[in-house]
């Protein structure tokens, strides 16, 4: 079950209540509580069971948000609703996250151009998406004799991507394989520079010039 959490704001700061330790109704067993209501008025200290009969009255739920205050400060809501609206947006967010995956790229020793291009275009369009490549070299037979070729292969593959990628695993040969691990680059902002500064000094200096000629 996904935690539940409220936050509440106190003097030294907003606290996190989860629903694991978050005490409701007859589970506050406190004598005197601090009250908030539904609309956020602060109601002030008032005996927990005047507080759960108001809550009672208002077809409500009181709940502790502030066990640690002294008192405790609980506050009047209908909790199954917002258990309801906060496991939607719990939902919502879950969907808005971006799910980075590793895709694979296979490539042979002796690859051809062609080839190699169409395996580039894959590689390209993984890493646009925001997925890392695990770029792969398979060996076979006495292939395997010459390492090189794999490595080759696999630093034309990374400096054909260029600036997009960043090499997160250097190659590495596992059995009859030799791989490469690449995720996409996070691509800073350039800075634009406005003329001003230097450029004003030199007209500056310029028209100084003309004048004293």
Known sequence: MTALFFLYRTIGGVSAISRETLRINEEIRIREVRV?????????????????????DLHLDLVEVAPKARPPVCR???????RYEQQKRDKEARKKQKVITIKEVKLRPNIEQHDFDVKLKNAQRFIEEGNKVKVTVMFRGRELSHPELGSTILNKMSEA????????RTAKLEGKNMTMILSPKVQ????????????????????????TL
């Open 36 to 56: 908030t209501g539904a609309d956020g008025e602060q109601l002030g200290i008032m005996q927990t069971k005047d507080a759960l009969k108001l809550a009672e």
């Open 76 to 82: 009047i809501m209908d909790f199954g609703k917002y």
């Open 161 to 168: 991507l260029g600036d997009t990628v960043s090499v997160e």
């Open 188 to 211: 800073k902002a350039k800075k634009t520079t406005t003329k001003g500064g230097t450029d004003n000094a030199k007209n500056k200096d310029a028209s100084s010039d003309s004048q």
